[in-house]
């Protein structure tokens, strides 16, 4: 009997049994489709607003730093220690790859961010097992809520960070649930690239902790706390650490980034008004995200992630209140998109009718976004709705718009351009100007000349303080130099010209 | 479930008539040897409930035969023939001597199998003039084992290397690779005369290049992994619910050991405690022949029939890889395994094992299973040794897997088809990782590689010295495996496709050129970090300056994040805490590679030994193995 041979075929086909749920892969090629007439409908429509004069206060410093950075008017530590980096960096990169596309770069980049966002929602619903055809529609009314563009035709800093907050909460959403490690990264690396997109992200990212804490499944909790939440925020710690890093080595100061919050003494407090109009803006945005509450409530795990979901935004809200550094409620009510999509990856389905209803509050989700951005009282909202219609709009900033026009066709500007970067982009181009960082700026401080052609001040007594201009030459913005006169005037900022230019 | 036999069920009968065993035991035996498929004798043997010269004396007597012992009255090696050697032992009989006897001279054929089926055998081959002579099945093995020793041993270590020699390690370098290595170098040099400092950008560039791709690959291969694998345990929990012990194949399990005399009796009591059939496991314990101690320790064990006690000549190289080779030559099993001497696989591995090798497809020639460690809190360096094989084998594996890129081995608890094994020639004797260099052999030759969900528990190195002896192997083994596979390259990227290249060179080659370069790196960190010296910025232009600093950011904060999430499959969370710490246990990665390329130099062949049995826990298991408590 040692010469016993093993009856493969025998228990091969014995244990042939068909494989459970949830292994079999699926493939839908009408998901690629989806996702690339989604982008191009987006790109085209941003494209489409930005040459009918849709230009965004956020989108034209962004463009500015960027022709900054591309032009060689700061020094590459400055470019290396910006924040936001994600649009930056982005756009920097796409316009250093595709230089004759101009403004257009930034309707490029955020479609580019868009697509991935897209193509990771319709994964998730690929994964929750949701026929194809509600995907489908589910993400057309997600990917075209009114107030989802509104953000995205603000700036592509939106547009990563909408992706990282899909990341989020389809990460928190399925924590508890799978125990897969792709959905512990989802969670940690969504968190930095909240950080990375926006100022605004330190403030959500902090918002978020104690709702990750509320999903970790309770074993692990128990297991070690320490454990559990040090992997979820390390990478988001990782990158704060980075930067100071950077900063500190490039900048000499370790939370120069941080430098959007230097504003929050100077911002008015906010009526509550405002942040009751946000809430609202949210709750018609994403009905969803109150309606699964509602309808989970026997469902103890999943209850728990839904009330963590809307916890973390009603907090992040509140939090932005809190901190001066609320966004425009329209921007507040646009976050609820990717979580109302996450929810309805997750929206239990033990009934026939269960997708069509899914379908149906995102579509009120719709409306309710439509009314939102219809009743939104910003510039931007204004001048969006204005450009939709036909109407003329009107610049956010019209000193820098005018200051930008009165320095087109000059050079030899001495500027600290990185304070009032809308201007450049109003300019065109940042070519002969001497930026603060630039070697020119350096050495007339050094050598209290600042014998340039042009030079751009903002006033001391701004509400923002000095330039850097306004620090080194500190008589410049009352007195100007003899021998200059005066190009533009403004309520901030004055340039001043030699006399013997045109 | 097939009847029992008319042989068994005679001898049998004839144990209990002469109160050798009782008839309980008897009835107990009876049932297993109908569950398991399996001749009686074996059986009982299997469960120590009859010693072998006992059993098989009486079988003797009760067939009228008499009985010899091989190891005492070898046969005569003239009437053996090499080329019959697996007969031998397939069949349990070996040509013994020829005798005068009243018919003149007769062959005598010595059998450890009587009975009608062995008879038929015996007459096939050797015809009906013959006499025959009852062994037992130990003696017989071992004496075809001492007469073509010689000859085992030199193909244990020339097999692979004369019939396949692009395959084999002992051309360390062959001319080509030793003519690209000197033009490389002389382009370095001739570039650092002319023109020194873009010499120096360029291979920054390079190295920063390959920092980058090397942490978006092993990103990558995490994402791959880090899906949820509890409905592939179903499947197999579900598999093994469907398997009856009859469907269960003979195994073979191979226990290298050298100087571990120690934890043998630990290794013996993991391996009785396997949910598997007793007398279908073939184990070998594979010892030098000069080990004294160990031999000493294995046969003061007395260990049960299934234990087989192989020695291994003297020779060199002496490795590990050697020994299984000749060891492998006596395997019976349908599969077999590789355990280490302080491996504690989870009881029902095997069961998984056969499970997995039956619903996959027949290009699954090898099932590995994961390896982690029993003392991981024992100190610093075994919490991230724990940390480094829970990200090895818990995520980066199945990514891999998922991938479809060629799986470099783990050390032990890989089980192969044994068919393949052979027609592969098993493994490369000159090669110090055998089992990464097998893996990757085995997929150019058209085999995948599967992974189960089966943990075996080793013994996690408890000192630095040991840990940096241990590693240097390793990364000496992982050169070498390097240089072998890419010696033709063209045919390499046809067999294993360019992401198996990819995967291939940023895991076998990116360990060990991450811990050659990155003493540099941080050196020049270092230095600029406490000078702030401007020496170094002509070697950093603007662009390689980003990339720099992004790999030296978000590429080390990369590797900290992976680590920390290595415990989460486990749910060992509090070893997180010490991820951050893994900046210390790459600086001890870095000396056990150059340590490694020093050897590969000047010891290609040097089996750097790790020495096992010093963790307090080992020490705590020794006891508890000397006074018979089992386990897990």
Partial sequence: MNAHVWPIEQVRTRLAFPRPDGVTTRSHPPFLLTVLALTSALLCLLLWLQDAGYASQASLELWGQALLASDGAVAAPSIIAASPPLPYFATIVAELAIPSFGMHILPLVTALLFALMVAGWLRAFQSAHLSWGTSITAAVLLAANPVLLRSLAESPGWAGFHAGLSMLAVGLFNLRRDHRITDVILVSLSLPLILMSQPVGLVFVVAAVPFIAMCVPEAQMRRSVTGVMMTMLFPAAFVLAGFAYVNWIFNDDAFAFLGHFAEIPITPPLPASVLGLALAGMVASAPILPAILVRTRKQGSLRRASLAIGGFAVAGAGLCGMTQTMPVPVQLAALTIPLAMAAATRWPRNRSRSEMLVIAMLAFGWIGGAVTLLKAQDVESENLRAVLMGRPTVAVDGELAALGVALQGHDDILFDAAAAPATIAHRGSAHGISAASSIRFRLAGMRQDARARIQVVRDTRSIRGADAMGRTFPDLYERGLPGYRLLHEGPEWRAWIREDQP | ?632
């Fill in chain 2, 1 to 632: 479930m097939g009847d029992i036999s008319n042989t068994d069920a005679w001898t049998g009968d004839h144990l209990v008539d002469q109160g050798i065993i009782t008839l309980p035991e008897l009835d107990e035996a009876w049932a297993l040897s109908r569950r398991w498929q399996m001749p009686l004798p074996d059986v009982l043997l299997s469960r120590s409930s009859v010693d072998s010269r006992t059993l098989y004396r009486s079988l003797a007597d009760r067939f009228g035969l008499d009985h010899v012992d091989l190891i005492d009255e070898p046969p005569d090696l003239t009437l053996l023939s090499e080329s019959d050697a697996e007969t031998y032992m397939r069949e349990l009989a070996v040509p013994w001597r020829v005798r005068e006897t009243a018919k003149g001279k007769r062959l005598t054929i010595a059998t450890a199998r009587p009975g009608p089926q062995a008879m038929l055998f015996i007459r096939r081959r050797w015809g009906s003039e013959v006499d025959v002579v009852i062994t037992s099945r130990r003696a017989l093995r071992q004496a075809v084992q001492q007469a073509f020793s010689q000859s085992w041993t030199r193909r244990a270590i020339y097999d692979l290397d004369d019939r396949d020699p692009v395959m084999s390690a002992r051309t360390v370098f062959t001319p080509v690779q030793l003519l690209i290595l000197w033009a490389l170098a002389s382009a370095c040099a001739i570039g650092a005369v002319l023109a020194p400092i873009a010499t120096l950008i360029v291979l920054n560039a390079l190295m920063s290049v390959f920092y980058l791709g090397n942490f978006a690959f092993k990103g990558l291969a995490i994402w791959a992994g880090g899906v949820d694998l509890a409905a592939q345990q179903r499947e197999i929990d579900a598999a093994i619910g469907l398997l009856a012990d009859e469907d269960l194949p003979v195994y073979t399990i191979l226990v290298p050991m050298f100087r571990e005399p120690d934890v043998l009796p630990i290794l013996a009591g993991a391996l009785r405690r396997l949910d598997y059939p007793a007398a279908k496991l073939d184990i070998k314990i594979v010892l030098e022949e000069g080990d004294t101690p160990t031999i000493d320790a294995a046969r003061a064990l007395k260990l049960e029939e299934i234990f087989e006690i192989i020695l291994v000549p003297p020779s060199h190289p002496q490795t590990k890889p050697k020994a299984c080779n000749y060891a492998f030559r006596l395997a019976r099993g349908e599969f077999c395994v590789i355990y280490d001497a302080e491996d504690k696989p989870e009881p029902d591995q095997l069961k998984r094992v056969v499970a997995a090798f039956a619903r996959a497809p027949k290009t699954v020639a090898c099932v590995q299973c994961r390896l982690n460690y029993y003392n991981r809190d024992e100190n610093w360096l075994t919490r991230l040794f724990t940390l480094d094989y829970s990200l090895w084998f818990d995520l980066m594996l199945p990514g891999l897997e998922r991938m479809g890129v060629p799986i470099p081995l783990g050390g032990t608890s890989n089980h192969f088809r044994t068919d393949v094994l052979r027609e592969l020639h098993a493994w490369d004797p000159f090669n110090v990782t055998e089992d990464a260099d097998l893996g990757i052999r085995m997929t150019q030759k058209g085999y995948r590689t599967k992974l189960v969900e089966s943990t075996t528990f080793e013994e996690a190195n408890v000192s630095v010295g040991n840990w940096i002896r241990q590693r240097s192997r390793w990364i000496k083994g992982y050169m070498q495996t390097l240089l072998v596979h890419l010696r033709r390259p063209g045919d390499f990227v046809q067999q294993v496709g360019p992401l198996g290249v990819l995967g291939f060179v940023m895991f076998i080659g990116g360990t060990m050129t991450s811990g050659l370069i990155n003493p540099v790196f941080w050196a020049v960190f270092v230095v600029w970090a406490v000078t702030q010296a401007a020496g170094f910025d002509i070697f950093f232009p603007p662009v390689l300056l980003y990339l720099s600093l992004f790999n030296l950011l978000a590429g080390n904060g990369m590797l900290i994040f992976l680590m920390m999430l290595a415990p989460f499959r486990r749910n060992w969370l509090e070893l997180t805490a010490w991820a951050p710490t893994v900046i210390g246990y790459w600086v001890l990665m870095s000396i056990a590679a150059w340590k490694g390329l020093f050897q590969l130099i000047t010891r290609p062949f040097y089996w750097e030994k790790t020495t096992h049995g010093l963790s307090r826990m080992t020490a705590i298991e020794r006891a508890r193995a000397d006074s018979g408590e089992g386990g897990a």
